[in-house]
């Protein structure tokens, strides 16, 4: 079986020779980004969405994921008709800096000073922060002469880039929308990010980050990652409703009478996950990522004082919470509500009711798409476009 | 839009910032946007209403008005808006004082319980009054701290709080012809209107 992620894949991008001065100070050029556009860029510029993916998201929003075959990550909510209404709206969406699916990341060709173009960066490749992913992105945006965002709109890891859009770039961005996210990652969160980064280096195949070096791919570690990681996307009561405690006999299983001859279907479920994942994911960009998101704290430069980065803001800004989501829970979204509060600034801020667990931004919850078609809308009807 | 909500709309200015505090379905926000340019904003404590209101487009933030008005900044708002509300919060004058903290006015309505119909019942039937206007029993009415509208003056004065304007309206908010007088207001007024502002302020 065939685990390595084809790197020869052909993604729509740019490449930003100058490249970027990231926040740890290395200058990384070039830096190349790859993206996604649907709809249609209005005369006056003026009706833009940046939608930022999550973790192991990537720009494949709304159409087919050349890797698996599935429909993009969020195709239900961005299309004609949709509550991003690709008929009015022109939709960017961009594979994050340390990404692995065509923007500049670990697998990328190590550039700089002895580099030979053939080596990939692996393991050496400078940590990135969420705001070098915004910076990176704003690169692109320039060049397509966009002066201001109508909104950006993200969730989990993609609000965290929300946030720090409007925090970096406030005259750019009209409308903000973090959806179930949080202005800092917690110790928990940083706690499963740090089990699934064990996860990885305790496979043999990583051999140290350079596993490319032996034709390996630490399928096993990252498939473990991902099943921990999965396990805090749902849900007790998602999971009971889905798999209770249903049995299957393994299908790998020789004895049935042996320990684990049977197995629960979530066990099957997660196993799934897992393999799935490693198909299109890469370890080194998943450590790297990760500790962007730990790294994450719109406080840090304030004194912990989260209010401070939207000072005088004008941007228009839509929190959504879902109420059974304990990853990034509501008092999370609570907390950067009076933030913002704080700043004297535009907020709606809604708990969506689901008992779908974190993941329910991208499933179907009626409720969450007519707030999200109704705060663009309304905000579009300040904005004076379209 | 309640005939009342129109009284509290003819009191903010074009153009101006405001807080609606249990902005309930949002129909005094939408108004003020759309008929009095006023960039509106609402807290309301009902999520389902909240939802209601941001998916047509209005910003209204999930809170209510003891926990949520002291994370505003001073004078963040030209009016702060309390609705038929004051006699259900947990601490009335402290939410008033906060009103008028991030608000350089407050407009308060609420329900007076010196009407007439609720002292009569009182007198003669000896029992807690229930009447179109309060209409729930005792033991699981939201309001509170009932107040006539006397006792609001009184507060208002011991505060320091200069009444711009009031009037009293029945509960369709119809105004009442007792405007003048502020003893006849607390007598058949069922609902009290104030527009207020701090002494100096």
Redesign the interface.
Known sequence: MDQTVPALLQHECVVFPEGLHLECGFHLAPVQIAYRTYGTLSAARDNAIVVCHALTGDQYLADTQPLTGKPGWWSRMVGPGLPIDTDRFFVICMNVLGGCMGSTGPRSPRSGAGADGTEPWGTDFPPVTIRDMVRAQKLLVDRFGIQRLFAVVGGSMGGMQVLEWAATYPDMVFAAMPIATSPFHSAQNIAFNEVSRQAIFADPDWHGGRYWERDAVPARGLAVARMMAHITYLSEEALTRKFGRRVRRDPYGDNPLSLFGEMFEVESYLRHQGSSFVHRFDANSYLTITRAMDYFDLGTEHDGDLSRPFHGTRT?F??VSFSSDWLFPTSQA?ML??AL????A????????SDKGHDAFLLDEP?FD??V???L???A?HARIG | MRLDQRLIAEMIQPGTRVLDIGSGDGALLDYLFRTRGC?A?GIEID?QE??RS??????????DADH?LA???RH?FDYVVLQRTLQAVERPREVLRQMLRIGRHAIVSFPNFGHWQLRLKLLTTGRMPMTAVWNTPWYETPNIHPCTILDFLMLCREEGYVVEEWMAVDEDGERAPWRRSIRLANLFGEQALFLLRRRGG
């Open positions: 228009r839509c929190i609570r509500a009076r509060n704080r700043a004297a535009n907020v709606s801020f809604v708990e969506i009711e409720d007519r707030t078609r109704g705060f809308s309304g905000a009807e | 960039d904003q999520m909240v939802t941001v998916a047509h487009g209005l910003p209204v933030m999930h809170g949520d994370h505003y900044p963040a």
